[in-house]
């Protein structure tokens, strides 16, 4: 697919470009260059491997970028540069073998990072970005650096699910201020004692939850299916324990 191969389509005017299913294997520099005021792209399965430097260089205006299914085995600082306004990345179903923080240091509107099932095997290191989500499942992290989640301060949707990590600490997220939906998989991970003293909801297989305790910082998923109606059940849990604890107070008045 070249610029010129856009002929007779109104550039201007264009907001979604579907290129799945192609047989692009890189993405050349300026390649979208006509196609300016595009907000969302998707070129799944297209067995792309490389991105150029100035790949993406015109698409200042995308929000949400999607090269699941290629064969994508690395990036750099320089790969995503010119997305300053993408809010969704989609990384799933690749080759990559690390998460680089470098490379989305000019993202300050990206929240959703997906980097599930590709085949991350080195340590997690300082995340330094503003993500609301972030999907690493399905991988073979063996490590979590300390402060891999320092600086995520707006991070309320994690998942670790499947992968190799030898400890998951409390101390992993100590700095997180909200209110986090913590998915992991008990198989491959191994999970401190000190973080299931952590009062936390446990959500378990079958979709139901079972309440350990009552919390204002973790929701921990322990499953190996994907959990398709948290919210709705988490919601109902949550205003259950809240009834629950003025109901305690009310009664500790009266005595």
Same mark, same amino acid.
């Given at each position: ?5 856009? @002929? ?48 993406? !260089? ?45 490379? %989305? ?23 330094? %970005? ?11 992290? &063996? ?27 409390? @101390? ?13 998989? &008990? ?21 139901? %939850?079972?309440?350990? !305790? ?7 998923? %322990? ?30 008045? !009266?005595?």
């Amino acid at each position: 697919m070249k610029s010129q191969n856009l @002929k007779g389509i109104p550039l201007l005017q264009l907001r979604h470009f579907h290129l799945q299913h192609n047989k692009l294997t890189s993405i050349p520099d300026h390649m979208f260059a006509p196609l300016v005021p595009l907000k969302l792209l998707y070129l799944d399965n297209t067995r792309i491997s490389s991105i150029h430097q100035y790949g993406f !260089a015109s698409l200042a205006k995308l929000v949400t970028l999607s090269l699941q299914y290629n064969k994508i085995c690395c990036m750099s600082s320089d790969t995503f540069a010119t997305l300053t306004n993408v809010q969704h990345l989609y990384l799933q179903h690749n080759e990559l073998t690390t998460v680089c923080g470098c490379a %989305f240091a000019s993202q300050a509107q990206l929240h959703t990072l997906s980097h599930d099932r590709n085949n991350i095997s080195a340590k997690l290191t300082n995340l330094t %970005f503003f993500l609301k989500i972030i999907n690493l499942s399905n991988n073979g992290i &063996p490590h979590i650096c300390a402060h891999a989640f320092t600086t995520l301060k707006t991070l309320v949707d994690l998942h670790l699910d499947h992968n190799k990590i030898r400890l998951i600490d409390s @101390k992993h997220f100590r700095s997180l201020t909200n209110q986090i939906k913590l998915s992991l998989s &008990p198989k491959g991970n191994q999970v401190s004692r000190s973080l299931l003293s952590t009062p936390v909801y446990t959500h378990v297989c079958n979709c139901t %939850f079972a309440c350990q !305790a009552w919390s204002t910082k973790f929701a921990l998923v %322990f499953c190996p299916f994907k959990a398709r109606h948290w919210s709705e059940y988490y919601v109902q849990i949550l205003v259950q324990r809240v009834h629950q604890c003025q109901m305690f107070i009310q009664m500790s008045h !009266a005595l």
